[in-house]
């Protein structure tokens, strides 16, 4: 995203007004941080058996709603405004606006019921539905740099078809690989924000941070995700996935180390992303590790799912939710809970499994509480400011 300016709504009718459907992301950032204080108890309810009727069960239940669901909404919300100030042409408001949104949550309730075949039809055309959406202001600005991100929309909803038709017993391949090329998405999409907003934020907030990008460090960091992206589809493994990984962790450390992250220790607002990014190397070694066998896969997707694009996630719907609706950009009490929470949880989920496994379920439960409890504490704080004019 080029610039955090308020964009200009409507006039105001007061500063009551209704203004949920006014712009991409009040709706959908309401909705996925909703959504996921809710999660842990959908999943407790599936562990316990008591949604027998669900399309999708157990971990490919979780793993589809937290990145398919979840994260896929937030994306959505942050697509739909960046692209009005990208181009400086509308995006969906009001009722298309509101369509979008049933859409979604026709997604999230039809994986709960026996109907597969409609669960898969609404949850592909989801993400082809946004595609559409962001595609034609792009296209009617000739906004070149970010048709990229309709083509990546267009790869979740054919990843997400993966997973349905394994589901439906309609196609051989794992849906797992599904998942896996879904996350790949989600890592190249924080690689590419991160890289534009992290430097101009830190540099804007914090005088003499010289928070710098190397063109070649840039390009390097972006083509091994890229690389990556090629190896788990064409399932890659061994010691030559795992150099591949671990040549990815150093040019993505050599990026942060770039932005001089112990430069925003007094900042909450730029913290929280450097450190939602620290997750990003941390991940890729993991992924090395686990291409040796070393550590399990479940340790490296926790430390990108829960650590960088929870982490990422929570900083940017409180930056962007309040410099879109033109309030000052500081944190208060709240966000810095929030950080806290959603951060620790992380921590808690990847490192306690790794180094204390017979204390496995109970770092899920604690993880799934603090996680649940800082995106709920969202809602709550941000439900005025998102909602009203």
Not at 24 to 33: D, M, Q, T, V, W
Not at 60 to 72: K, N, Q, R
Not at 259 to 274: F, N, R, S
């Amino acid at each position: 995203m080029a610039t955090l300016m308020p964009i200009q709504s409507p006039p105001s009718l007061g500063k009551s007004r209704f203004a949920l459907w006014d712009l991409g992301f009040r709706p959908f950032y309401l909705l996925a941080s909703t959504f996921a204080a809710l999660s842990i108890l959908l999943w407790a309810l599936q562990v316990g058996g008591l949604l027998p009727y669900a399309y999708l069960q157990g971990p490919v239940w979780h793993a589809h709603e937290m990145l398919f669901g979840f994260t896929l909404a937030v994306l959505t919300g942050f697509l739909l405004t960046a692209g009005q100030n990208w181009t400086g042409q509308p995006t969906p408001k009001g009722a298309y606006l509101a369509a979008l949104a049933a859409l979604w949550v026709a997604g999230r309730v039809l994986v709960l019921l026996p109907w597969g075949w409609l669960a898969a039809a609404v949850n592909v055309a989801f993400p082809l539905a946004v595609a559409t959406a962001l595609a034609i202001p792009l296209y009617r600005a000739r906004n070149r740099r970010n048709y990229f991100f309709v083509g990546l929309l267009v790869v979740m909803a054919s990843a997400q078809l993966v997973v349905h038709l394994n589901a439906l017993g309609a196609l051989r391949v794992p849906g797992w690989a599904g998942i896996t090329l879904g996350l790949d998405v989600m890592l190249f999409v924080l690689s590419v924000m991160g890289g534009r907003v992290i430097p101009m934020f830190t540099n804007n907030a914090i005088p003499g941070a010289k928070a710098a990008r190397n063109p070649w460090v840039e390009k390097l960091a972006l083509g091994l995700v890229l690389l990556l992206i090629v190896a788990d589809a064409v399932q890659l493994s061994g010691p030559w996935l795992a150099l591949l990984a671990a040549l990815a962790m150093l040019a993505h450390l050599a990026r942060l180390w770039l932005w001089g992250p112990w430069t925003t220790l007094k900042t909450p607002l730029v913290w929280v992303l450097h450190l939602a990014y620290a997750w990003i190397p941390l991940y890729l070694a993991f992924r090395a590790m686990a291409a040796m066998g070393w550590v399990s896969t479940s340790v490296a997707s926790h430390a990108l799912t829960t650590g960088a694009i929870g982490g990422m996630i929570i900083g940017m719907i409180t930056r962007t939710a309040l410099g879109h609706t033109g309030r000052k950009l500081i944190t208060g009490r709240a966000e810095v809970i929030c950080y806290t929470l959603v951060g620790a949880a992380a921590v808690v989920r990847v490192f306690v499994p790794l180094f204390i496994p017979s204390l496995t379920p109970s770092a899920v439960l604690v993880s799934a509480m603090m996680w649940s409890a800082g995106f709920a504490l969202y809602a709550l704080r941000y439900w005025s400011i998102l909602s009203r004019k």
